[in-house]
């Protein structure tokens, strides 16, 4: 018997991400370089990669000629980049995520058209387009090099400059996904002008909670310039989703990216929202449902005396001045059943002990590792009969 | 305008990996402290884990006890270590990986139990159902923390120790997966007892491809040791499993793990091996293909040149000496169209610029980016009349 053929073996080793999130407008039009240069600057040793693009099919609605944009603006870039084909239609909204099938023609799409792991796979679309594409890349070949497109508010300054993607599976959230970086994010303005008030204004619900939990200034600024938030004027914002953004990237980047433990500060806001967006089979935008838990939990906050009645109003205010509504019928229903599976649920999709993030004052968090109900109780029927 | 909305933004971070294989014999049995410490040195906050184990169902024929050892094992480790109700059998060998059915039936197993990010799922058998249950646990709320406890040769040596898990996906193997390290591995040698004498010899050829490639020594020791190989000793191959799951993770940790890059070291003989095991329709075994595969690079190598006839025959004759065959008729078939293919899916699977590896001498490989044709058909020829 060799005892050395019984000593442990050790494996530790870092694997190094890296992207940009470039800003711009009209990506499409021929004379912005800026996807261009990004794919110039990806060219190794002469090699002529694929990209195979994937859109939100109700762009075409208010872009009609995007299709034929894009073939226009990868004329002339075929010593280095060529279009895999015809560019891929898909519906947008939660519904995609749902859909088992669709996911399915997307990796059978990628299998015939012999996209590789040096081939990129560009998604255009809302944070739901960019989840189901981005999980679609991330386990075909063990991971295609993703390039995303935000087209709303929500994926711009968030989840489409983040490293998650997912589907849903058997009715729950994000059931299945992984983590994977884009090698490269391009916000366009432009495609904001199209957004319905709705989801024009549910993405502003993750900059006013990352603003709550890491930046006071941040809120004064939304504060002040609510009006013009509410007016639709694009350059304020332009300026919202990149603070919003960076915020977000930098949380991501010096914490702990892909989430081994079991905190997860930027979900403030969100164990009673993901639950609501059920409930209301989605009827809710995601920010729309974010609102309200921001609202639950501030004033959840307030009830435990760990933040001033005179934040907890202001946020309300803010949510308010905005367009939100902070009450849903259904945080009532079931006699708090609901609240009480969602929260449940939130703890088992981060594992481990529960962790809450809830507010000390506007601009800082802290975390709590249970519930108290009769708080919840209190605190829905403070919202609920909030005007 | 504001110009500062539209700067770039720019995103690096680590992740860092670690994780341990440890060599054991009777993992289950009551008074083996591996495993329980494993789980003792993971306790966090005093929090009680959830763990679902799923095994190769072939291990039962000759572990008739299996299920009830696990189940005793765990009994009395509840106040950390919980099993998730049964333990669940799937079907060994390729098969289980072409199946769509099993791996949605482990992702409802996930659900269904409550599975979360800070259970482990536990899967024993195979590199098949290792690969299949890595895919599982690496999906499910963006991955569940695995423990592996290979049964074979081949997956204690070199697939159960490394960083990959994946499903075939229409006809194509390992189209689906992920990069997802474990967070422990187990091998357990006294499992390998009842292997039959193909699966016993078979993961021997990835100890010879990363003994060509990397360690003259080792392969050395290989046919120094061929009788007792050939003749079962367990203790002598418990020794060239240590040392094959060494070289394989010093390799993983130290270069590309995720394979970023496209070239791979460690898939010398390859190639063809993954056509010849789809095109005998996984009537070879992975080592089984790999051999042969090593037996044409090496001969290729030879005939141009880079390989001097001593060493390509010393090769050759090990092969031999341990029972591999070096020839498969498929490898003539078909008007070489079947290499022709196998060659371009591999480079597509890969992505980018085509790497093959091959050898200079026994223990140093190098890298070519085109295969001769002509030369591969002299190779095949050399093979299918080598006695
Ligand atoms: N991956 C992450 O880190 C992360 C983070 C937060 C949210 N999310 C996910 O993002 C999704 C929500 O994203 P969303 O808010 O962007 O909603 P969405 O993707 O559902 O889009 C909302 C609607 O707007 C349409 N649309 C998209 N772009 C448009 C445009 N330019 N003009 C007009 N209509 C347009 C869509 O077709 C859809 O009907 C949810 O599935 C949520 O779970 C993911
Ligand atoms: N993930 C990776 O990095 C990687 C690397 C190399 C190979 N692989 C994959 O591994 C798979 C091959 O693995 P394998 O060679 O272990 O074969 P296998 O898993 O197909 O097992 C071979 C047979 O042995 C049976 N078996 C398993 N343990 C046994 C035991 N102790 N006693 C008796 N029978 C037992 C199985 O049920 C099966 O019938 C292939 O799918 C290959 O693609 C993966
Ligand atoms: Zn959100
Ligand atoms: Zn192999």
Redesign the interface.
Known sequence: ??E?????????????????????KDIFQKDNPVLKNFFISEI??G?VKKVMVVFDERLIHYHPNLVSEIKNYFQGLESFIQLTGDIIPIPGGEECKNNQNLWESL??AV?TH?V????YILAIGGGAVLDLVGYVA???????RLVRIPTTVLSQNDSG?GV?N?IN??G?K??????A?PVAVFNDLQFLESLDDRDWRSGMAEAIKVALIKDKDFFHWIESNASELLNRNL?TM??L??RC??LH?DH???GD???FG?SRPLDFGHWSAHKLEYLTQFSLRHGEAVAIGIALDTVYSYQKQFLSQDDCLRILSLLKTLGFVVYHPMLSDGEKQNLFLGLEEF???????LTIVLLAEIGKSLEVHEMDFKTIDTSVNFLKTYL
Do not use: C, W
């Not at 050790?10 to 190094?16: H, M, P, R």
């Not at 590789?116 to 081939?119: I, N, V």
């Not at 991330?138 to 295609?144: C, E, L, N």
């Not at 994000?174 to 983590?179: A, D, H, V």
């Open positions: 018997m060799n050395d053929s019984f000593f442990p073996l050790f494996s530790e080793f870092q694997i190094t991400y890296r992207y940009k999130v470039y800003f711009t190794k040793q090699l990796v059978n299998n012999g590789d792991r040096h081939s991330a386990v075909s070949h063990r991971g295609i400059v998650k997912s599976f058997q729950k994000n059931f299945l996904g992984t983590f970086p350059d332009a300026y989703i990149h953004a960076k990237m991501i980047a010096s990216p892909f989430e079991s703890r088992e999709h981060l594992g481990g002990r």
